[in-house]
């Protein structure tokens, strides 16, 4: 009934599809052979000569805004990690991997490898969070590539749009963070202080992409770990405090992350600095580092001066998000209403606890987590 | 947690909307994103062609556009000030009304019966509003916004009540034109979904009759069925008359090709053999797709729909090819859903397949 033309290469459930020989339909009626019907051979053969390659070689267009994988490519490297090592689930990703998903080529089958490597290295089991996080890639993938053709927009111009949203987005997670550590890190004896005064501490957290911000992630992990001591002191453990032998990092190169002086920390060292500040330091270091390439990234993409009026807006709206939300009755409100709104993602969540040294008298431990436009982020800030 | 904050204090969204001067801000959460991005990027290359006269602008009988030189300074110095974060509402007047002069020279009388038809009601965050957000609305701000309104009808339809869909969807010669493209997506999108309703409430029927010995009774379903195909031809036909009256070729035929080769399959299975939709016709759309994908080859339900066609015993490569990019464009989960509608309609579902097998 479907046709007369058998392939018995095709499942069975294709028959619906296989073509009638009257396909190419003549004028006299009679039914032509696909094989033999030279126009549509060649029909063939330009359409797949239209995209400039055959076969399984396929050739792939490339969209105005960046797919999932090209995002997370670069987030990946944005971290510092150039491969995804092996781990219990995933089975890497390599170095070329990598290079191919940011460059935007197919990799239909490092893909789940790549999903998996990711929540592996955000802690993640990947059997839990796996079908909701492709989903998601997915559903921004498709989004992406229906937006309509607009080649002969600059990547400013098609990148206006996207940045005026993330504003908000962006402000907002900042602020709630702001907020949480402002709250949490409140002294519990003294009178509650205002508003200002407790988010003040913690308000460079709003200007992530500010040149300083990873000099400042770095003094506030050195006071964690050194709390009270002379910079003198500090580098004297910094350049000596080290489990392999080898210098963490010398101390005119956090002075020189202090000014600003490099706009995208080197990840040599990084495990090593890591391991001398303390359990989790090495994720918020990457963070920070992440922080230092959109800021990089995003000056090459729409220029200096647009950049720094974004940034500003962003600080703007996480101000006053932080500003908003650290009042106690508000946070609380917040919290009811978010226990009952579904997260993302939701049950399931395991947390890997921080397995940090116990908090030294007077001080109060704080989980810190970043999820979202940021990625996640663990460790544990302490306060006195 | 971005929305719960934006819903739990007004008066943050408030002040959120008054950053940087732009009104829409804080409103951006309930916005859908590929409308606001899509809608940005048309004007954008609008106006870089008012600039640089590249593509030549051209009304729709031909006509060739002229644009004065006031306003295409202005539209210049526009799209240097838009492309600002700050300052939004800032810019200069002398700039505003050059680039409403520049509409008024591009778009002629129709700028001012657009204005006057849309106005007072008209309001940018309608536009882009995620159709998602119709659930929230009351029924007096759904039935006054077309593309709600669609929205609506499609969840009720989901639902499975097509006549509570119907009360929501409005006759297309009542509409004032010009319409948004939010709603003549909603428009398309509707049409096709009627179609796929249509289609689906005749699978036990189909089901039966394949049973069924040739009599009365098998002649009957099938007369019935006959009375579906040709309501969802016209339907599928209207939806490309919409595309191509509203340049939205592209849409249109990836939400009218599904339906049509539903359509070729119940027609082939009935041997409906009226003038009508058959495969000759759906292999012209297709290769209508693959001309308008040419200057769109990232379009992830094209290449959706080219794998399910070109699943052919000469073409296998081809389909398997384009089965990769509509993977990799992210429309994987479109290809399958249209894969087993097809096969549920023929009832070659894998584990009808395994059970007959069993049966057998």
Known sequence: MYGTMQDSSLPRRWNWLRLPISLAESRSGNPLRCQADGALTQNVVAVLGRDGKHGHMAAVGSTLLPLSQQVIAWIMRGLGYDELAPREVSRGVSRSTLKNAQRGDMILRAWPDLIDGVLELLGRDPAEGRVILQQALKHWDEMISRLPPASGLSLAERLHAPLVRAIPEVGIRLGALVASLALATEPSSSQPSSTQAAIKPWLWLVEPLDSRFFGKVVDRLLERRFPGMSNEERKEFVERDTRDGDQAVAWRTIERWHSGEIEVPNTKGFAALGKVLGEGAEPILRLARLAAQLRKSLCDWIGEDAAAQWLRQVATVGQIAAQFLVAATGMAKAARLAARCPRWPSRGRRVRKPSSPTPRCGERAVEVRTVGALGEGCGVLRAR | ?360
């Open chain 2, 1 to 360: 947690m971005f929305s719960v904050v934006l819903y739990a204090y007004p008066p943050l969204s408030a002040h959120i909307c008054g950053v940087g001067g732009n009104p829409l801000l804080g409103l951006l959460g309930v916005t859908s994103f590929i409308r606001h991005v899509g809608e940005e990027w048309l004007l954008r290359t609008f106006m870089n062609a008012v600039i640089s006269g590249d593509p030549p602008l051209a009304r729709s009988n031909g006509t060739p556009i002229r644009i004065s030189d006031t306003a295409r300074a202005a539209v210049q110095r526009w799209s240097v000030s838009s492309l600002e974060f700050e300052n939004a509402t800032e810019d200069d007047p002398a700039v505003d009304a050059g680039v409403i002069q520049t509409f008024l020279e591009a778009f002629g009388p129709e700028a001012f019966v657009m204005f006057a038809k849309r106005s007072p009601s008209i309001d940018l965050s309608k536009v882009l509003l995620d159709p998602a957000v119709e659930v929230a609305l009351s029924d007096a701000e759904v039935r006054d916004d077309l593309a709600m309104s669609l929205a609506r009808a499609r969840r009720l339809l989901d639902a499975g009540d097509l006549d509570g869909a119907q009360s929501w969807i409005p006759a297309l010669d009542t509409l004032q034109p010009p319409l948004s493209s939010a709603e003549i997506a909603g428009l398309i999108e509707t049409y096709a979904a009627i179609c796929h309703y249509m289609l689906d409430q005749c699978r036990p029927l189909r089901a039966l009759l394949r049973m069924t010995p040739a009599g009365t009774d098998l002649e009957r379903g099938r007369e019935w069925l006959s009375g579906v195909v040709q309501p969802a031809e016209k339907l599928v036909d209207l939806i490309l008359e919409i595309g191509e009256a509203t340049h939205v070729q592209l849409e249109a035929l990836v939400h009218a090709l599904p339906v049509a080769i539903r359509v070729v399959l119940l027609r082939e299975e009935v041997e409906f053999v009226q003038e009508g939709l058959n495969r000759a016709a759906v292999d012209r759309l297709v290769d209508q797709l693959e001309r308008c994908m040419e200057h769109h080859p990232t379009h992830a339900h094209g290449w959706a729909l080219r794998a399910l066609w070109r699943r052919l015993p000469d073409q296998h490569e081809e389909a398997e090819r384009a089965e990769k990019q509509a993977i990799h464009f992210g429309a994987g989960a479109v290809l399958d859903e249209a894969r087993r509608r097809i096969e549920d309609d023929l009832c070659l579902a894998p584990e009808a397949d395994g059970l007959t097998q069993d049966a057998g």
